[in-house]
T-cell receptor, first 112, second 110 residues
């Protein structure tokens, strides 16, 4: 089925460094969402984007809805050990009434 | 956002048996709920959309007779895995509003 291309697949960084990950799609989306998932738990919503060009922050996290509506990025500034986890982008197209398409995930490891 | 609970959080069953997983919306009346499945080291894949008072809508490749969905009220949807096989072992996650997710249910079929 339809899938988002998320990159990078994994990252291993030093505490304090900034992180950037992105998602692209061949289709237009009306909503972009970014989630963090810890082992054995459900995904937790970090940031929701609803308008092309929108730039939204949540603490050290910043995400943008691409102008073309086919991409989005998530930045994490000054990473800390608790940022470790898997980050997923998800998109929703028009008329999909709640159905989300997920990216493959980015596994983030932070070295103290 | 919507607060979602799932029960059980984990379950182990034998091949051939059926298992029921509950998804509850604690603070939101959900006419539509969503069931996802996640295999180890993979992403979430939508299985079906649960519609209150009517039949669920299944994604391509998901057997509706194997994964029975019942959405009898605005706060409860259930997913029953019938005649479970080891390949059904997975992490099942629901969403009550298409944006917020439950904590997931780990199913292991032996």
């Amino acid at each position: 089925g339809q899938q988002l291309n998320q990159s990078p697949q994994s990252m291993f960084i030093q505490e304090g460094e900034d992180v950037s990950m992105n998602c692209t799609s061949s289709s237009i989306f009306n909503t972009w969402l970014w989630y963090k998932q810890d082992p054995g738990e459900g995904p937790v919503l970090l940031i929701a984007l609803y308008k092309a060009g929108e730039l939204t922050s949540n603490g050290r996290l910043t995400a943008q809805f691409g102008i073309t509506r086919k991409d989005s990025f998530l930045n994490i500034s000054a990473s800390i050990p608790s940022d470790v986890g898997i980050y997923f982008c998800a998109g929703r197209g028009s008329g999909n009434t709640g159905k989300l398409i997920f990216g493959q995930g980015t596994t983030l490891q932070v070295k103290p | 956002g919507a607060v979602v609970s799932q029960h059980p959080s984990w379950v182990i069953c034998k091949s051939g048996t059926s298992v029921k997983i509950e998804c509850r919306s604690l603070d939101f009346q959900a006419t539509t709920m969503f069931w996802y499945r996640q295999f180890p080291k993979q992403s979430l894949m939508l299985m079906a959309t649960s519609n209150e008072g009517s039949k669920a809508t299944y994604e391509q490749g998901v057997e509706k007779d194997k994964f029975l969905i019942n959405h009898a009220s605005l706060t409860l949807s259930t997913l029953t895995v019938t005649s479970a096989h080891p390949e059904d072992s997975s992490f099942y996650i629901c969403s009550c509003d298409g944006q917020y997710f439950g904590p997931g249910t780990r199913l292991t079929v032996t």
